[in-house]
């Protein structure tokens, strides 16, 4: 469902979706570019990108389409892997950097919204819920391994270089490839075992 539906039905509602998604979005994008940064890639830093400001962040196509069928995206933070020494390391942290932030931000959500209760319905309840669900589903759509999505990065760093060529030419076909799976439902296990994780990792702190 796109955006503009909500907007239209529930302008408040809106705020409470479009709000913790757009930085979740920024937060995963920042994040890339903080690690490259702190591993010797200033390429992001110099283009201002590492930034909460969502004007740097915004792709026009990617804010369209998540108006219009509810899927979109952000320009990605630029980075340099000739600017980092060891480049396996640096491709596993650099690419893993946006979900490993998407969780924690899940994570944080989810434990102040056991910590405080809020009243069922009530908008500090829902904007966490909200928040916590967006940066979850995020997180296991960047995991899939696909080029362009971090996922395959991430599964890149791990393989020996003729396997890195063929899961690469595979970039070409990626848009159809994910919206394939995406069709097939094959993001629901991954959102519930992240999520599972989360409250398993908040049940060391507070009963669950």
Do not use: C
């Amino acid at each position: 469902m796109g955006l503009i539906k909500v907007l239209l039905e529930s302008p408040w509602t809106f705020i409470l979706i479009a709000v913790p998604l757009l930085y979740a979005v920024i937060f995963h994008e920042v994040a890339h570019g903080l690690v490259a940064y702190r591993m010797g890639d200033p390429t992001a830093k110099n283009m201002g990108r590492l930034t909460f400001n969502p004007l740097k962040h915004l792709d026009p196509l990617g804010t369209l389409m998540l108006f219009i069928v509810g899927f979109g995206w952000a320009r990605p933070v630029p980075v340099n892997f000739a600017n980092l020494g060891d480049s396996r390391r640096a491709l596993i942290a650099v690419s893993a950097a946006g979900v490993v932030t998407n969780m924690i931000l899940a994570f944080v959500a989810l434990f102040f919204l056991q910590l405080m209760k809020p009243l069922p319905g009530g908008v500090v309840a829902t904007a966490l819920t909200y928040f916590a669900y967006i940066n979850i589903i995020l997180a296991a759509f960047n995991l899939i391994p696909i080029p362009p999505l971090d996922g395959s990065k991430i599964l890149m760093g791990f393989l020996p270089p003729r396997y890195q060529y063929s899961l690469l030419r595979l970039e070409p076909y990626g848009f159809f490839i994910i919206i394939g799976l995406l069709f097939l439902g094959v993001l629901r296990p991954v959102i519930n075992f992240i999520f599972n994780i989360l409250y398993g990792l908040i049940g060391f702190f507070i009963p669950v």
